[in-house]
């Protein structure tokens, strides 16, 4: 089954508005909403109501032809309005659209719990695939006949998303693929496909019912295919050369000849171990108790599980001390390790008021890394990994993950944007060297650079412009002029000729002068 | 009595048995570097330095002037330099891959953020493991440095000292010998005269950069190592970042005299 939420973005906001459901006459009178998120070409709309659709606005056109479509609304331009309004009546006017930016999170989340919400149906219910999902698809095989057969599971559904606020449009077919389809592109708001016959209810709709990608789609109307029936008279195996593996695929699924992958929403039992006090506690060493009783209950329940804890939230209930966050490199189920990190976080926190209770809860676990023992290891053999993961720990709780760095060179051409600092503790990505200049160029920049250049002041200029005396000491050679023109995107062309000066006294240091203001900086130094 | 003895034959001490089961190990890792040394298989990667447990300062020239030609794992070593931006750090840095090899995370405690690790990379270092440490204030940079020279995972621990107290020095010291890395301290030249902890100490001296001689000339004088009375060791070095070379100077024989010169 397919259940399909129209315009899900815009169901979900006014579902989620404060009140009783407005009458008929009301949702006459409610503003046109239009929805728009950042696409290739800016801000785009993405999703609009049909009220919206009356002043010409439609999804995909960028944000500022919507507000060029609307009037320009002025002290007096208003007062005009009223009076006009006062005087006829009769008139309904336009109502001005109300612009709103996407949150595809808050839909995803929200769709996600309605269809745990479904579990009362089926036990299986899941999204459908895709960045913004906006079906549910629900496993009904042996659960119909519990709510009347698949009409009555189907109206029930309907009924009850109605008192939500929420309308669908629900589709039960053999395929995932197909009940997709017809529930979009059908003409009935429920649709039961008899066993065997999607093929004959797919013929009629169009191509987009397969869930194609747009260039596919294109490709089609290029060539006059319109509905899927039209599509199943091209010779089959010309199909995957001519548009592409998926297409073929999309079909075969659609018309019940090919497995797909549906992966199901599942709820997830809270890992978390809690201990209330008879009375508010403030005392420390009573609280790191509690923490590391706390802490053995909840690696005991990890350990039946055979995983590692990855984050944990200490919560100091009753109390306005704000909860310890533990976030590790990687899950471990290492009792001394956590208990030493969370002894690093809760010195240096303060205890105003008495704490009720503490609730310790594992947010995100892990599996931990095993490796296989060779033949005569021993405990010291190759700890360096472990402890490697454990000095990032204590660094990251001390200093900040934000100070605990690795760096990676980026193409930037610019020097201050060359290097990228990037947590330990969040995602590891590759190293990427591509654009990276060569190696003998990578030797010729300074080990330390300065995040903002420093205005440089030179003594005396040679008869060619290059400086002769700086920092009171003689120019000896220099090297360059090293040309860098970039970062027109950022703002003001970045124009500048690099140096390096070598000054009598051994000192190197990495200059440059902007072509523009003919100003001297300081960047860098050899150290 | 002559029982006693085969008894104690057949059955080694504990310190015998775990000396067998180390070398069996070895003999098991079979491709390992130390393996491969220890049983007389040189590495075209392992210098001779490397291959007696001591580690390279990845400048033949400098390892010359150390009694065991190398420094020792859990070694802090100063860089004394009378100012900034003398290039001692491309000289630190030729010490960096061969510690990296043991132990292959590299900790630069940067409190103000200015590392920049393209120099590094163009000498031949990776920065994948790189632990770029910024510490707020005094006190964590202190506890960073010494939890990165504890760590056995740390190979290098790089940090930029200008004032610390001597207590300070000495935890490092203790850290370093427990976690098996190598501390590189650069500190100004004045600190020359006070006492250290350090196990090696050099001093840097930039010589007048020549107009006719590409790169820079720089003076390295060892002041003090540990096993070894001073002797006022030093030698010079040509830095060159366009070809990636560090040469030794090559000192011109001593000037006979004319007379001499002329078969006089």
């Known amino acids: ?527 | 009595m002559q029982e006693n003895e085969l008894l104690a034959e057949a059955s080694p001490n504990p310190t015998q048995r775990a000396e067998t089961l180390h070398a069996l190990r070895q003999i098991c890792r079979g491709t390992s570097i130390r393996g491969a040394s220890s049983r007389g298989i040189s590495s075209p990667f392992t210098t001779q330095t490397e291959s007696r447990g001591r580690l390279s300062t990845g400048l033949p020239a400098l390892d010359a002037l150390l009694p065991e030609r190398g420094i020792e794992p859990g070694w802090l070593v100063e860089w004394l330099a009378p100012v900034e931006g003398c290039g001692v750090s491309v000289l630190a840095l030729q010490g960096v891959r061969p510690a990296l090899a043991r132990q292959p995370v590299w900790a630069v405690v940067d409190g103000m953020g200015e590392f920049h690790p393209a120099a590094a990379l163009g000498w031949g270092i990776s920065i994948e493991m790189l632990l770029w440490l910024r510490p707020a204030s005094v006190a964590d940079t202190a506890w960073t440095v010494e939890q990165c020279l504890r760590c056995p995972a740390v190979g290098v621990t790089w940090i930029q000292a200008d004032r610390l107290p001597e207590r300070v020095l000495q935890r490092w010291k203790i850290a370093a010998e427990a976690g098996g890395g190598i501390g590189v301290l650069f500190r100004p030249a004045t600190a020359a005269r006070q006492a250290s902890w350090a196990d090696l100490r050099w001093l840097v001296q930039p010589r007048p950069t020549l107009a006719h001689v590409e790169g820079k000339r720089i003076r390295v004088e060892l002041l003090s190592c540990r096993g070894r009375c001073h002797e006022g060791g030093a030698v010079e070095l040509d830095v060159c970042d366009a070809t990636g070379d560090v040469r030794l100077v090559s000192s011109l024989a001593t000037a006979t005299s004319p007379r001499r010169a002329a078969g006089a």
Not at chain 1, 122 to 131: C, F, N, R, S, V
Not at chain 1, 215 to 237: G, M, N, Y
Not at chain 1, 421 to 439: D, R, T
Request: overall charge neutral; charged content about 25%; some cysteine.
């Open chain 1, 1 to 527: 089954m397919c259940v399909w939420f129209p315009r899900w973005p815009l169901q979900r906001l006014r579902a989620e508005r404060p009140g009783p459901e407005p009458e008929p006459e009301q949702a006459a009178a409610e503003p046109p909403f239009v929805i728009f998120a950042e696409g290739r070409r800016g801000f785009q709309v993405t999703v609009c109501s049909s009220e919206a659709e009356l002043w010409g606005i439609h999804p995909g056109m960028p944000l500022g032809e919507v507000r060029s479509l609307l009037p320009v609304r002025s002290t007096a331009a208003q007062r005009s309005s009223h009076r006009n309004r006062q005087k006829n009546r009769v008139d309904k006017p336009l109502l001005r659209p109300v612009l709103k930016r996407a949150d595809p999170v808050a839909d995803r989340l929200r769709l996600q719990e309605l269809a745990h919400w479904c579990h009362q149906y089926t036990p299986l219910a899941g999204l459908e695939e895709g960045a913004t999902p906006e079906s549910i698809w629900l496993d009904i095989s042996g659960s119909e006949s519990l709510f009347g057969g698949e009409r009555g599971l189907a109206e029930r559904l309907q009924l009850e998303f109605a008192r939500q606020r929420i309308q669908i449009r629900v589709a039960i077919a053999d395929s995932w693929g197909a009940a997709w389809g017809i529930s979009h592109f059908g003409e009935a708001e429920i649709a039961l496909v008899p066993a065997g016959q999607q093929a004959a209810w797919l013929g009629p709709l169009p191509v987009a019912a397969l869930r194609i990608s747009e260039t596919v789609r294109e490709s089609l109307q290029k060539l006059d295919v319109v509905t899927i029936a039209e599509l199943q008279r091209l010779p089959r195996t010309s199909l995957p050369s001519r548009f592409g593996k998926e297409l073929l695929s999309r079909l075969d699924q659609a018309l019940g000849g090919a497995a797909e992958l549906l992966q199901a929403e599942r709820l997830v039992e809270p890992l978390l171990t809690e201990w209330p006090f008879e009375e508010p506690v403030t005392d420390r060493q009573t609280l790191d108790h509690v923490c590391e009783v706390l802490l053995e209950r909840l690696l005991v329940i990890l350990e039946e599980r055979r995983v590692g804890l990855q984050e944990l939230v200490c919560h100091w209930l009753g109390s306005t001390t704000e909860p310890t966050r533990l976030r590790l490199l990687q899950p471990t189920t290492q009792k001394r390790h956590l208990l030493e990190l969370l002894r690093l976080q809760n010195e240096r926190r303060l205890f105003h008021t008495g704490v009720h209770g503490v609730r310790m809860e594992a947010v995100e676990i892990g599996l931990p890394s095993i490796r296989q023992r060779t033949l005569f290891a021993d405990e010291a053999d190759d700890p360096q990994p472990q402890a490697l993961a454990e000095l990032v720990d204590r660094l990251s709780v001390r200093l900040s993950p934000q100070r605990v760095l690795r760096l990676q060179l980026t193409a930037d051409p610019q020097p201050e944007f060359a290097c990228q600092a990037v947590p330990w503790l969040a995602q590891q990505k590759p190293l990427e060297l591509e654009g990276i200049p060569p190696l003998s160029r990578l030797r010729c920049r300074p080990s330390r650079l300065f995040s903002t250049p420093q205005p440089l002041v030179v003594q005396a200029f040679s008869r060619d412009g290059l400086p002769r005396q700086v920092n009171h000491s003689s120019v000896v050679r220099v090297g360059g002029p090293e040309r860098i023109e970039t970062g027109w995107w950022r703002g003001p062309d970045t124009k500048r000729d690099y140096y390096r000066l070598d000054l009598a006294n051994g000192v190197s240091l990495w200059v440059f002068v902007d072509r523009d203001s003919r100003c001297w900086f300081l960047h860098g130094l050899f150290t």
